[in-house]
């Protein structure tokens, strides 16, 4: 069932047909545009009366070339240096667990 608005507010039930006719239920046309009812249809339920921008996230985010979202634009700076500081970061505390495992409490010596 498809349901279709009317110009007085109210919603008439198209009902579709599921015989082997492939012809669609018609469609309705709109209510009449004027300045009381245009208010209340383009802005009720959170509804926003402007221009689709999904085509253009869709070309600008699947390009399909091989990176990754945070791979491309701020990536190419952010994300080497992340892995800088994460790896010299994972590797220092790791030779100083080792270090401690040996006894000694310092970077470098015998303490």
Request: proline content about 8%; glycine content about 8%; overall charge positive.
């Amino acid at each position: 069932m498809t349901k279709a608005l009317l110009g007085t507010g109210v919603v008439r039930i198209v009902r579709c047909s599921t015989s082997l006719n492939p012809t669609p239920p018609p469609i309705l046309p709109l209510p009449p545009h004027n300045s009381a009812n245009s208010a209340q249809l383009f802005t009720m339920a959170g509804w926003v009366y402007r221009e689709n921008r999904v085509p253009h996230y869709q070309r600008e985010f699947q390009k399909h070339d091989g990176l990754r979202l945070w791979e491309k634009s701020r990536g190419k700076f952010l994300v080497p240096a992340y892995k800088v500081i994460l790896f010299t970061s994972f590797g220092c505390s790791m030779y100083m667990m080792g270090r401690l495992v040996l006894g000694h409490k310092t970077w470098f010596g015998k303490n």
